[in-house]
């Protein structure tokens, strides 16, 4: 798999204030990653480098094979992007917006229909008179109604409701399915959860981390209780990657870390009554990291362009 | 992608043009339907004026009698309401795709399509400059044509050769305040320098009338090349004055141009 974005060693410095340090990071083709952080961590940064808005200090961002600064217009052929927080003109309705951006970017007037009514927006109301969440409805369908092979996006739902944010899901994973790639910064932590394949995590500029949500999330710590119909044998769950914090009798409480197929198996020939696997959300994973709690998540698979620091 | 873009850009700027139209043509029709009162009392006027300050007529360009167009033309059009205008529609439109878009952040979507920056702001410079030579044909025209209806007996031809001085005078102001805008990226900072500059310019001027032994000075300030009385009364285009105001404002927006390329979109 060919990678649609490259950064190597990319770097910004505002004056002596840090943007981002020695960025490193590819994402391929067809695939959706999420670039996660907290305000100020850099990803809005990054993004605009990725974009051509501001030039690197040191190192270099390519997108699909061209410099992001150097071919800028040429990259801006093939990426459609949603800026953090867009400013649109108030005088113009929202249609009169979009129509103006599908012009830009060479698509035919009107070819936002379809995706405005999928978001529930009145393309003849003038943006001034629209809340924040139907402002970024108008800019969710202005990302998504091109064909281009790249979407970039900076916190793209914040502001829209919970319907309308599984409706922008659904268009990510159609986007997927499409082989378009996605590139999605957030501190929205369920959002990636649920979009993206591996995701970056950055932290006062620096990249921390990379890996697949899966290996996130699969390789962490999750709670299993049990109640059982008669108590378990000594040794029952005796398993490396198991760890019995509690039994009362017929109530066990376990934690487990990694793959829980083997406790699975175990537990499948038990006389099980009831049983809970409390899953942790990216979330807990996340704020691990920024308590210092890191160690506790173990090597992932390896995917494309990973890296791990 | 230049149509949409320019006829964008053109529609933002349709309410700032046509107030300041409204302002020109009001405030120049208004003064030109009084011309031929002035005309028949300019003894009595010129009287008058005798009991006012050099230094105040030195400061309205009232160098000389009111009733001669090119002198009645320069103090209530030339130094005065034109400058003006200029001045806020050039700064207004200057700073507005650079330094305010930027910091509002709407910058962002046309420059994230194929649109090069290049291009976004040549359209924006063709902008100030249609506006600029709306503004300055209608401030020219409302004076001209409520004279003929008035019957002040305006030559239009020499009126209207004050067209491009004016336009000329106008584009430098919006040209360098383009360069500072893209420069700064603050809209405040480009809009006070050029407002700064351009007070400190007309007194400088003033002071070099005022003074002969500063005479030397007036050369600093744009104003000493924008007069329009030796075009009016006697025909005499300043060619020397219309080419140093485009050389400066094609430099400045050239230089625009090379910054705005390679300079980092942050506000």
Known sequence: MANAIEIRGLTKYYGRRRGVIDIDVAVGEGEVFGFLGPNGAGKTTTIR???????????????????????????????????????????????????????LRGLERGAWRSLAERLELDPTVRLRALSHGS?????????????????????????????????????????????????????NLPEVERSCDRVAIIREGRLFDVRTVQGLLGEHWRSVNLVLGTPPAAGTFGLPNVELLASTGRDVHLM???????????????????????????????????NGEAGAVAEATPAVGETRR | MIAPALRLEL???????????????????????????LAKNTAALDEYLKILPREFLVAFGMEGSLADPGVFFTTYVGSWLWPIVAAIAAIVLATRVSAADTDRGWIELPLATPLSRTRYLLIAIAVQAIALALLAVAAVAAVVGVGAISGAGFDAGRFFLVTPLAFAFAC???????????????????????????????????????EPSL????????????????????????FGDLALFSV??????????????RRDLIA
């Open chain 1, 49 to 103: 480098m990725l974009l051509g808005f501001i030039r690197p200090t040191a190192g270099r961002a390519t997108i699909l094979g061209l410099d992001a600064w150097r071919d800028a217009p040429t990259v801006h052929r093939r990426l459609a992007y949603l800026s953090g927080e867009p400013y649109f003109l108030g005088e113009l309705t929202a249609g009169q917006l979009l129509d103006y951006a599908a012009e």
């Open chain 1, 135 to 187: 402002r970024q409805k108008v800019g969710v369908a202005q990302l998504f109604m091109g064909r281009e092979p790249l979407l970039v996006m900076d916190e793209p739902t914040t502001g829209l409701d919970p319907l309308m944010q599984r409706v922008f899901l659904a268009l990510v994973a159609e986007a997927r399915a499409a082989g378009r790639t996605v590139f999605l910064s957030s501190h």
């Open chain 1, 256 to 290: 487990v870390r990694g793959d829980i197929k083997p406790l699975l198996q175990r537990i499948a020939a038990l006389d099980v009554r009831d049983v809970a696997i409390a899953t942790p959300d990216i979330e807990d994973v996340f704020l691990g990291f920024y």
């Open chain 2, 11 to 37: 529609r933002r700027s349709r309410a700032l043009v046509g107030g300041l139209v409204l302002v020109v043509v009001g405030y120049g029709g208004f003064m030109a339907a009084f011309y031929p009162t």
């Open chain 2, 172 to 210: 430098t102001i919006a040209a360098v305040t383009t360069l500072l805008g893209v420069v700064t990226m603050s809209r405040g900072a480009a809009s006070g320098a050029v407002a700064g500059g351009l007070i400190a310019m007309y007194l400088l001027d003033i002071v070099a009338k005022i």
């Open chain 2, 215 to 238: 005479d030397a000075l007036g050369a600093l300030s744009a104003f000493r090349y924008f007069r329009p009385t030796p075009i009016i009364d006697r025909g005499e285009f300043p």
């Open chain 2, 248 to 261: 400066v404002a094609v430099a400045a927006w050239a230089a625009s141009l090379w910054a705005f390329r």
